[in-house]
């Protein structure tokens, strides 16, 4: 009898949680009620101040990284990201945040450095991984399930074309690392504009501070998805352009069928 195979990952309970989560703990749980009574405001039950706020939006992506690990029993890539982005979150915080409760003058810069880490060191993983044995691209485009590869390489060879072939791959393989590039760099100049009247030393210095590393989280999901598809979908046509001018396939032939 065939082992059942392990759930997949839910990609909406993945966003949920990886983002949409962390945005409404850091946006809605961090004021502080002894601050907000201080400041003459009314505190709410939910105003659980913003340590513990922190440690909710920290807690459950790497609660659900972890339990990927357990039920699949390996390393996602993606899931690893996101593991890895909420360790630098919380590392970050820890240092940032002073025991006065005011925050150190430099946060937007590093936080901002912070956002552009992950997509930066993808893109030069990207371009480092093109002569590997596991390319990132085939990962995220050219792989069974979107080309027939089989069919392609079975022409490529029978027309001795593969240095034509790795040509196509690697224009490929660059032109999708630039969206990596231009995601890490939206990414620091998102936490400049979001950290540009913060106020590191107020009353609610860290109340603020975690409401805008939650619109950061929110805002760095469309910033670090949006050119990825633009350039998803330019890499697919530069794929699609380059195997049909060395191999004579058509589109349809070159993809798998819907």
Known sequence: MAASKPPQENPLANILINVLI?????????????????????????????????IVALTLPLAYGVRFLIIHKKLNFFSNLGV???LLTGGLTLYLWNKDGSVKDHAGLLF??????????????????????SPLLNVFLYNDSVFDVPKIEQKVRE???EQAYRAVLDQANRLFAISFFLSAAMNVALAQWFFRNFDP?????????????GKLTGWGFAVIGVPILIFLFF?????????GRITGLKDDDLMMPR
């Open 235 to 243: 890499t697919l046509r530069s794929l699609l352009k380059g195997l």
């Open 22 to 54: 962390p945005v409404l703990a850091l946006s809605f749980l961090s004021k502080d009620p002894a601050i907000q009574e201080k400041i003459g405001k009314t505190a709410q039950f939910w105003h659980i101040g913003p340590l513990k706020a922190m």
């Open 112 to 133: 901002g450095i912070k956002e552009g880490s992950i997509p930066l060191v993808l893109g030069f993983a990207i371009i480092r991984s093109a002569r590997s044995a």
């Open 84 to 86: 890895i982005s909420v």
């Open 201 to 213: 030393k107020g009353i609610t210095a860290l109340e603020t501070y975690n409401s805008i590393v």
């Open 159 to 161: 027309l001795s074309a």
